[in-house]
């Protein structure tokens, strides 16, 4: 196969200062490192992490100018000199975790997200949202090529999370799960994953649309925390025995639903936290904790395998995103509908416009 033309600009979208806007504008393709590749990223979906990345909502500060995207879709252009196992012309998927060191004792033991030296698409390296990406080879999705890139790409840092949040929570086929955030990017696919994992499930968010598009995707029952006049008896009650979801996914960019989780989660049930509101603290009674034996958990992303089993489920027609497509352009638009609430689902960035 001839070696794929490789321009020496591309359109991405920059972040040049904290709070953004962002700014569409012709910058210089990079070239890969020995351990690299560089992806043509045709689609990547847009997350609510790469609004707190622009927007500087958390502890760590990004880099600056910084390319956001961490949902990036696309196909393999060039590789670096040590690279083998991934070709020319593969569909891969730039995630969140961009690179580790493959080393430490995390790293050995598969949970390279905690690696001290991790790099992050999007927030400590550059990311997604531009045509031509640079990743770590050991580190990209790899896409089966009868896969929609366009559909697939929420799936590398929305689904392999929910996911993974999933399988942390213990939660067994027939048991019931809580989403929190359920009308969200991550919460659409939560449900979806739940569903698929044999899981009853319950959605959480605010307005009819949310409510139709989350119950359409397969929860059992949906309550709505804007219009609900005692929550966390609703959200018991619809359990068939009223003792509560056995396990909580807390995907929600507010802090309130951190401290109502424990109060409907069942006993013996298990809290996980997903979502990261700017300067938001957890708070649980350590009675009712210690009494009815309550676990509370964080989830971070996936690691490798837990990507694969994420896209496998993506690949036998398990879960399918609720996304709209724009053009790369339009980026800043998707943000203010995002900081709004107003995304049903996904939006998916189109880099060729
Ligand atoms: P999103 O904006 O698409 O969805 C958030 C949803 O939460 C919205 O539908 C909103 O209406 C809903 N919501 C707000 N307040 C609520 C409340 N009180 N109760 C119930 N629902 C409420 O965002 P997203 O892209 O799905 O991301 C969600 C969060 O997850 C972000 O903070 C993001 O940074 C974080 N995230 C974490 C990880 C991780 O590895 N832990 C990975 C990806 C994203
Ligand atoms: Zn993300
Ligand atoms: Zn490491």
């Given at each position: 196969?001839?070696?794929?033309?490789?321009?020496?600009?591309?359109?991405?979208?920059?972040?040049?200062?904290?709070?953004?806007?962002?700014v569409?504008k012709k910058?210089?393709?990079?070239?890969?490192?020995?351990?690299?590749v560089?992806?043509?990223?045709?689609?990547?979906?847009?997350?609510?992490?790469?609004?707190?990345?622009?927007?500087?909502?958390?502890?760590?500060?990004?880099?600056l100018?910084?390319?956001g995207?961490?949902?990036?879709?696309?196909?393999?252009?060039?590789?670096?000199?040590?690279?083998?196992?991934?070709?020319?012309?593969?569909?891969?998927?730039?995630?969140?975790?961009?690179?580790?060191?493959?080393?430490c004792?995390?790293?050995?033991?598969a949970?390279?997200?905690?690696?001290?030296?991790?790099?992050?698409?999007?927030?400590?390296?550059?990311?997604?949202?531009?045509?031509?990406?640079?990743?770590?080879?050991?580190?990209?999705?790899?896409?089966?090529?009868?896969?929609?890139l366009?559909?697939?790409s929420?799936?590398?840092?929305?689904?392999?999370?929910?996911?993974k949040?999933?399988?942390e929570?213990?939660?067994r086929?027939?048991?019931?799960?809580?989403?929190?955030?359920?009308?969200?990017?991550?919460?659409?696919m939560?449900?979806?994953?739940?569903?698929?994992?044999?899981?009853?499930?319950?959605?959480?968010?605010?307005?009819e649309?949310?409510?139709?598009?989350?119950?359409?995707?397969?929860a059992?029952?949906?309550?709505?925390?804007t219009?609900?006049?005692?929550?966390?008896?609703?959200?018991?009650?619809?359990?068939?025995?009223?003792?509560?979801?056995?396990?909580?996914?807390?995907?929600?960019?507010?802090?309130?639903?951190?401290?109502?989780?424990?109060?409907?989660?069942?006993?013996?049930?298990?809290?996980?936290?997903?979502?990261?509101?700017?300067?938001?603290?957890?708070?649980?009674?350590?009675?009712?904790?210690?009494?009815?034996?309550?676990?509370?958990?964080?989830?971070?992303?996936?690691?490798?395998?837990?990507?694969q089993?994420?896209?496998?489920?993506?690949?036998?027609?398990?879960?399918?995103?609720?996304?709209?497509?724009?053009?790369?352009?339009k980026?800043?638009?998707?943000?203010?509908?995002m900081?709004q609430?107003?995304?049903?689902?996904?939006?998916?960035?189109?880099?060729?416009?």
């Amino acid at each position: 196969m001839a070696a794929p033309e490789i321009p020496k600009e591309q359109w991405a979208q920059v972040v040049e200062a904290k709070g953004g806007p962002v700014v569409y504008k012709k910058i210089p393709v990079q070239t890969p490192g020995p351990d690299e590749v560089l992806v043509n990223v045709k689609y990547s979906g847009v997350c609510h992490t790469d609004l707190h990345a622009m927007m500087g909502d958390w502890p760590i500060a990004p880099k600056l100018p910084l390319v956001g995207g961490h949902e990036g879709a696309g196909v393999v252009v060039a590789k670096g000199s040590l690279v083998d196992d991934v070709q020319i012309g593969d569909h891969v998927g730039i995630k969140w975790l961009n690179g580790s060191c493959l080393a430490c004792s995390f790293c050995m033991q598969a949970d390279e997200p905690l690696c001290s030296h991790a790099l992050l698409s999007g927030y400590t390296v550059d990311g997604s949202f531009q045509q031509y990406a640079i990743a770590k080879a050991a580190h990209v999705a790899r896409i089966p090529k009868d896969v929609d890139l366009e559909a697939v790409s929420p799936v590398l840092c929305a689904g392999i999370t929910v996911y993974k949040g999933l399988k942390e929570s213990g939660a067994r086929p027939g048991q019931w799960v809580a989403i929190v955030g359920a009308g969200g990017g991550l919460g659409s696919m939560a449900v979806q994953y739940a569903k698929a994992m044999g899981l009853h499930v319950i959605g959480i968010d605010s307005g009819e649309e949310k409510g139709e598009s989350v119950k359409s995707l397969g929860a059992t029952a949906y309550v709505d925390f804007t219009t609900s006049k005692d929550l966390v008896a609703e959200v018991k009650a619809a359990t068939p025995d009223g003792l509560g979801p056995h396990a909580v996914l807390l995907l929600a960019v507010s802090e309130k639903p951190f401290q109502q989780a424990t109060e409907y989660v069942r006993s013996r049930g298990t809290v996980i936290c997903i979502g990261l509101p700017a300067n938001a603290y957890l708070k649980a009674p350590v009675f009712d904790t210690v009494l009815r034996m309550i676990t509370i958990k964080g989830s971070y992303v996936g690691n490798r395998q837990d990507t694969q089993e994420a896209l496998d489920f993506f690949s036998r027609g398990l879960v399918k995103v609720p996304y709209k497509t724009v053009g790369l352009s339009k980026l800043q638009e998707v943000y203010d509908l995002m900081h709004q609430g107003k995304i049903v689902g996904r939006y998916v960035v189109d880099t060729s416009k």
